[in-house]
């Protein structure tokens, strides 16, 4: 009798212990997932929902999961899911990165905005004929290259997550494209030129 009630508290003891480092290895694990979405977040989401939506959305749901994992994985998540969505998302956002310099939108934008800067504070451009030229050159042949580069980007947009061989593919018809457009040359030439300018420098 006595023996068995000895086992039976043993078998209590080791269960509580291990529930103990169950628990620690849960929260330890929930942890990492809860600090990789925190980086995420504050890096933010380098896709654009205008210029690449479908790897835009799969940014945002990677992080979202992240937070679903945050509160729910168990030990079993780490290290291999952990290692397997901390690498599908910088794989990612490497592409998304790399194909940033074919954002036509965004880059006039951004010329635009620097201009609005230096004329807020002071600096009218108004009756510069080169810079005004140099604008409508950005603008025209800017919206003649995104016309011609937007299939391609749609392209490496659409390729199936994990698909290395289809997304490399539509990168280099993608940087082929870019290469040999001549919108899109003179399009770069006029934005460097804008560039030499500093407009966003105080």
């Known amino acids: 009798m006595l023996v068995r009630i000895g086992l039976a508290l043993g078998m209590v003891v080791l269960a509580l212990t291990g529930c103990g480092a169950g628990r620690e290895d849960i929260a330890a694990c929930r942890q990492q997932f809860a600090d990789h979405q925190q980086l995420l977040g504050e890096n933010g989401n380098p896709g654009r929902k205008g210029f690449t939506p479908a790897m835009t959305a799969r940014w945002d749901e990677l992080y979202a999961r992240f937070g679903r994992q945050g509160k729910s994985a168990t030990a079993d998540d780490c290290p291999d899911r952990f290692k ?4 599908e998302v910088s794989e990612l956002e490497a592409v998304l990165y790399k194909i940033d310099d074919y954002d036509v939108a965004r880059m006039i934008r951004q010329a635009e905005a620097d201009l609005d800067h230096a004329e807020g504070i002071g600096r009218s451009y108004a009756t510069d004929y080169v810079l005004i030229t140099l604008f409508r050159t950005l603008r025209e042949r800017g919206a003649d290259a995104e016309k011609a580069l937007a299939p391609l980007v749609a392209r490496v947009d659409a390729a199936k997550p994990g698909d290395d061989a289809e997304r490399a593919e539509a990168m280099v018809a993608l940087y082929n494209a870019a290469a040999s457009n ?13 560039g030499n300018y500093e407009l966003h420098e105080e």
């Open 84 to 87: 397997a969505m901390t690498a």
């Open 182 to 194: 001549a919108a899109f040359a003179d399009f770069k030439e006029a934005l460097e030129s804008i």
